[in-house]
């Protein structure tokens, strides 16, 4: 079976300051991961996906991501926080089956940036 | 270009009963899926929809059903509601061009709470 995990409930980090959320994977065969956020009350909205080439991948609102095959992980960067970055942040992996373009994601990650 | 509409954007309804949740897809995309968001979790696949035929499921009971229309529109009902059934629900489509990537565009949701 294919799944995600998110280890960290939450992250807090100070305003300026680098971002890491982490996600590592377990699937068969090549995955396709992407990272989505989640703002209060609101849907997911899609930050970046990684399919193939580039290990790092760049995204919406300065975020990035650095697929590691060996690790099978890919964590979410950013260089410097902004405090409008604190949300929800989910990790996903596409299953490829019979259930067409179904996502599985991680339990989601909160991202705390304090002024 | 108008983006994932959902209705209601809250309900409550009691045991037993059933719901009915719409969506409307963004222009040009003609895949819709379903997904159960509980409360501090992250969200779980229900169903995909393509050309009006239900085309992947993930683990939820039959009670749990859909339709598409020839507009590419969306339903989703659910039968006999259970109080587990609390949980926001969002509708995702997906255009042709990125159908292969598995890329969502997702609504705000739809709030069920069952009483």
């Known amino acids: 079976a294919q799944s995600v995990a998110q280890p960290e409930d939450q992250v807090n980090v100070a305003e300026g300051n680098p971002l890491t959320v982490k996600c590592t994977y377990s699937?068969?065969?090549?995955?396709?991961l992407f990272w989505y956020v989640q703002y209060p009350n609101r849907g997911l909205q899609f930050l970046l996906k990684?399919?193939?080439?580039?290990?790092l991948v760049k995204g919406s609102y300065g975020f990035e991501a650095e697929f590691n095959k060996s690790q099978t992980s890919f964590h979410l960067k950013k260089p410097s926080a902004l405090v409008s970055d604190s949300a929800l942040y989910f990790c996903?992996?596409?299953?490829?089956?019979?259930?067409?373009?179904?996502?599985?994601f991680g339990g989601g990650t909160r991202l705390m940036v304090k002024p | 270009e108008t983006g994932v509409t959902q209705s209601p954007t809250h309900l409550i309804k009691t045991r037993g009963q059933q719901v009915t949740l719409r969506c409307s897809s963004q222009?040009?995309?003609?895949?819709v899926s379903w997904y159960q968001q509980a409360l501090g979790q992250g969200p779980q696949f229900i169903f995909q929809y393509y050309r009006e035929e239900e085309n992947g499921r993930g683990n939820f009971p039959p009670r749990f059903s859909g339709l598409q229309f020839p507009n590419y529109s969306s339903e989703l009902n659910v039968n006999a509601l259970e109080l587990d059934d609390s949980a926001l629900y969002l509708c995702a489509s997906s255009s042709p061009r990125l159908a292969g990537t598995g890329e969502l565009f997702f609504g705000e949701g739809s709030r069920l709470t069952v009483l």
């Open positions: 996903a992996v596409r299953v490829f089956d019979n259930a067409g373009n179904m996502l599985t």
């Open positions: 699937v068969s065969g090549n995955p396709y």
């Open positions: 990684y399919i193939t080439g580039d290990n």
């Open positions: 222009s040009g995309h003609n895949t």
